[in-house]
């Protein structure tokens, strides 16, 4: 059945292995981003066997339905109406707002138990974490009083919202605000969370700051690059996840539509190029599944013309090989891709 994704279990542990192991040589520990794939289990199996310090995600299900004996950390910013599950479910937190940390505060008291928080620092993404440095050192007395929060760490999150690239600037905020509250308040951190996979390059160009002891790290796992400068990493594997759609109809047709032109199924009033007559394809998979914008055929004489919701259509003008109906073509993905395939309920999921 098709379209399916094939997932390389062994090029998935590979990945693992290679990033934990560099980073464990400049003293990190990692935390594996498993949302990308829905925390799938039998990676998360894979995990389980690795030596990965932490599992994170964004969605408290994922970590909820999630086997491990592995530490969980939820990486979104919790819900006020979700607090109950956060302490239940994850051992750490992300955290940026003094209102929720109380309310899990709360939640951990009823459980008797410590919920341990990353306080987040916005050093200029422009996503989650505090921005100005006053609001920290006040957020952080409040945090010190309260009995069932373990403020483990410090952490900020880069090249997300805003693209900024991690350096010695922006990571300098980090690392200023680290030495005024260690100052201030005679505080150790256990875990400084400093950033995701656009984070990496600095290991390599050899200038990492010390101070940062964790790291979040999806994409490059997944697809074997950097994503300060979306660089494939050396190594590293970068087809773990390849798309297999099969072509279900092929014909000769016209390149623009014959008519007056109205909408789309979506609403919108399209536009066409005129390149003649072309043999055109269509495979079984559409935008309720991907965005065919993040589709990579491995035939590159294929081009991607468009998608409604079910249907996606090829250019199959240039090809060097022939293709029938029934016929299967392969994609390679980027991360965007591997999301929404992994998070679609008509893709297949299939482990080699
Ligand atoms: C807070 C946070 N940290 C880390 C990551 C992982 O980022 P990347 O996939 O670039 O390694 C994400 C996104 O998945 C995130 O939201």
């Given at each position: 059945?098709?379209?399916?994704v094939i997932?390389d279990?062994?090029k998935y542990?590979?990945n693992?292995?290679k990033?934990?192991s560099?980073?464990?040589?400049h003293?990190i520990?990692?935390?594996v981003v498993?949302k990308?794939f829905?925390a799938?289990?039998?990676?998360?199996?894979i995990?389980?066997?690795?030596?990965?310090?932490?599992?994170?995600?964004?969605r408290i299900v994922?970590?909820?339905?999630m086997?491990?004996?592995l530490?969980k950390?939820l990486l979104r910013?919790?819900?006020?109406?979700?607090?109950?599950?956060?302490v239940r479910v994850?051992?750490i937190?992300l955290n940026s707002e003094?209102?929720t940390?109380?309310?899990?505060?709360?939640?951990a008291?009823k459980?008797n138990i410590?919920?341990?928080?990353i306080?987040?620092m916005?050093?200029g993404?422009?996503?989650e974490?505090?921005?100005?440095?006053?609001?920290i050192?006040?957020?952080?007395e409040s945090?010190l009083?309260l009995?069932h929060?373990d403020?483990?760490?410090?952490?900020t999150n880069?090249t997300c919202?805003?693209?900024?690239?991690p350096?010695?600037?922006?990571?300098g905020r980090l690392g200023?605000?680290?030495?005024?509250l260690k100052?201030?308040?005679?505080?150790?951190?256990?875990?400084?969370?400093?950033?995701?996979s656009?984070?990496?390059?600095?290991l390599?160009?050899?200038?990492?700051p010390a101070?940062i002891n964790?790291?979040?790290i999806?994409?490059?796992?997944v697809?074997?690059?950097?994503t300060?400068y979306?660089?494939?990493?050396p190594?590293l594997?970068?087809?773990?996840?390849?798309?297999?759609c099969?072509?279900?109809?092929?014909?000769?047709?016209?390149?623009i539509?014959?008519?007056?032109?109205g909408?789309?199924?979506?609403?919108?009033?399209?536009?066409f190029?005129?390149?003649g007559?072309?043999?055109?394809g269509?495979?079984?998979?559409?935008?309720q599944d991907?965005?065919?914008h993040?589709?990579m055929?491995e035939?590159?004489d294929?081009?991607l013309i468009g998608?409604?919701?079910?249907?996606?259509i090829?250019d199959?003008?240039?090809?060097k090989q022939?293709?029938?109906v029934g016929?299967?073509?392969r994609?390679?993905?980027?991360y965007g891709?591997?999301?929404s395939?992994?998070?679609?309920?008509?893709v297949?999921?299939v482990?080699?």
């Amino acid at each position: 059945m098709y379209p399916r994704v094939i997932i390389d279990r062994a090029k998935y542990r590979h990945n693992v292995d290679k990033i934990t192991s560099l980073c464990a040589e400049h003293g990190i520990s990692v935390s594996v981003v498993t949302k990308v794939f829905c925390a799938d289990q039998t990676l998360i199996d894979i995990l389980n066997n690795c030596h990965v310090d932490y599992l994170a995600d964004s969605r408290i299900v994922n970590l909820k339905n999630m086997q491990t004996h592995l530490q969980k950390m939820l990486l979104r910013i919790p819900s006020l109406h979700e607090v109950d599950t956060v302490v239940r479910v994850a051992n750490i937190s992300l955290n940026s707002e003094l209102e929720t940390i109380k309310a899990l505060n709360e939640a951990a008291k009823k459980l008797n138990i410590k919920h341990k928080i990353i306080l987040m620092m916005d050093v200029g993404d422009l996503r989650e974490g505090v921005f100005f440095k006053a609001d920290i050192e006040q957020m952080v007395e409040s945090i010190l009083l309260l009995s069932h929060i373990d403020l483990y760490g410090l952490g900020t999150n880069l090249t997300c919202y805003g693209g900024v690239i991690p350096d010695q600037e922006s990571l300098g905020r980090l690392g200023d605000m680290i030495v005024k509250l260690k100052q201030n308040y005679q505080l150790e951190f256990d875990m400084i969370s400093g950033g995701n996979s656009s984070h990496l390059y600095l290991l390599e160009a050899g200038q990492h700051p010390a101070f940062i002891n964790n790291l979040r790290i999806g994409e490059a796992i997944v697809l074997g690059r950097e994503t300060a400068y979306g660089k494939d990493m050396p190594d590293l594997y970068q087809d773990v996840f390849i798309l297999e759609c099969d072509l279900v109809e092929i014909k000769k047709k016209p390149s623009i539509p014959m008519g007056s032109i109205g909408m789309n199924a979506f609403g919108k009033t399209p536009q066409f190029e005129d390149y003649g007559l072309m043999d055109r394809g269509i495979l079984a998979i559409g935008k309720q599944d991907v965005d065919y914008h993040e589709l990579m055929p491995e035939d590159q004489d294929v081009r991607l013309i468009g998608s409604s919701s079910d249907h996606l259509i090829v250019d199959l003008t240039h090809i060097k090989q022939s293709y029938q109906v029934g016929d299967i073509l392969r994609f390679r993905l980027t991360y965007g891709s591997v999301l929404s395939l992994m998070t679609s309920k008509y893709v297949r999921k299939v482990y080699v």
